[in-house]
Structure formats: C-alpha cells, structure tokens
C-alpha cells in the first residue's frame, strides 16, 4: 500500500479526474474505484477525502446532489463548469511533477548527475 502522505499531495488531482471520467459520484464510490483502477495500491480514507471533497466544493470546483438512496442520504459531488476546466490544469500539474519524480528516483549510482 502507498503511503498515505504520498497520496496527500495528490488528493485533488484523484477526485477531479475520477468526477471528470465518471461524472458524478459519491464519497464510497470514489474510494471503491481508486482502490480498483490501482489494484489496491491506494487506499483513501474518509478522513482524507471529504475534507478534500468539502474544499473543492467551497472552491466552487464542485457541486453537491442529495439523494435518498434505500432510506439513507447520498451526497454525489460533480464537477462544476469551473471544475471541468481545472482538471486538465491539475492533471498536466500531476504528469509534470511524476516526470520530474523520475528524474530523481531513476539516478544512476556513480554517474556524475549535475
């Protein structure tokens, strides 16, 4: 499993693009499907997520749906027009810092590097 301080950083990049692919969703739905895509790899906690997902929301990135799901109320957060045009920033912002990443980590020993 994945440090849960490593995925800190990128929390907002996750939930903007899953929103982005699957339009709506809610909190569960969104840590079944990083789980999934990443073969258990990232695990998100609720303590981690809807402090997230509350931010973006006051960020006005997005925009919350009530509904009464066998009873019980689900609250799906989707992507505002502000929000759908954010995410393709903060990807190129994530692919950006990976490759930047593997410059560091993908050093060779005794090469003089800079």
């Known amino acids: 499993m994945i440090s849960p ?41 609720y303590g981690a997520l809807y402090p997230v997902l509350h931010k973006l929301e006051n960020e006005g990135v997005l925009v919350t749906e009530a509904e009464n799901f066998n009873n019980r109320i689900r609250i799906y957060y989707s992507l505002t027009p502000k929000g759908n045009s954010v995410v393709a920033e903060k990807v190129n912002e994530m692919k950006e810092f990976i490759d930047s990443l593997q410059s560091i980590v993908n050093l060779q020993p005794g090469l003089n590097n800079g």
């Open 5 to 45: 301080d490593l995925i800190k950083g990128s929390l907002k990049t996750i939930v903007l693009r899953l929103l982005k692919e699957n339009g709506r969703m809610y909190g569960y739905e969104i840590t079944r499907k990083v789980e999934e895509l990443t073969a258990g790899r990232i695990k998100l906690t």
